[in-house]
Nanobody, 119 residues
Framework: QVQLVESGGGLVQAGRSLRLSCTGS????????LAWYRQAPGKQRELVAVISRSGSTNYADAVKGRFTISRPNGKNTVDLQMNSLKPEDTAVYYC?????????????WGQGTQVTVSS
């Protein structure tokens, strides 16, 4: 497993943007599935976006057109650009990495970063 550390969370007004970044303790560029999850208070953790090693992406319906996941060239990170933020985007955001499956307890998880969107 790889240790993952998220950064970039914070408090922002609705309509503004934030960029989350997740760094690995070792190279993550060769890991097939890199993803962002989030968990709001009282709700289950949900998949926000995933990017494969080939660069294909998938997004939750709630964030399509507003969020962009990327694996920037030359950087050992997976980033999540969040635009037009809404109060319902408030949650703890987690980075995830695994070669074979999403959301597995056997995958690598970051410790989470809080994103709070005020109305």
């Amino acid at each position: 497993q790889v240790q993952l550390v998220e950064s970039g969370g914070g408090l922002v007004q609705a309509g503004r943007s934030l960029r989350l970044s997740c760094t690995g303790s070792r190279t993550i560029s060769n890991i097939n599935l890199l993803a962002w999850y989030r968990q709001a208070p009282g709700k289950q953790r949900e998949l926000v976006a995933v990017i494969s090693r080939s660069g294909s992406t998938n997004y939750a319906d709630a964030v399509k057109g507003r969020f962009t996941i990327s694996r920037p060239n030359g950087k050992n990170t997976v980033d999540l650009q969040m635009n037009s933020l809404k109060p319902e985007d408030t949650a703890v955001y987690y980075c995830y990495a695994d070669n074979f499956r999403l959301g597995s307890d056997f995958g690598s998880w970051g410790q989470g970063t809080q994103v709070t969107v005020s109305s």
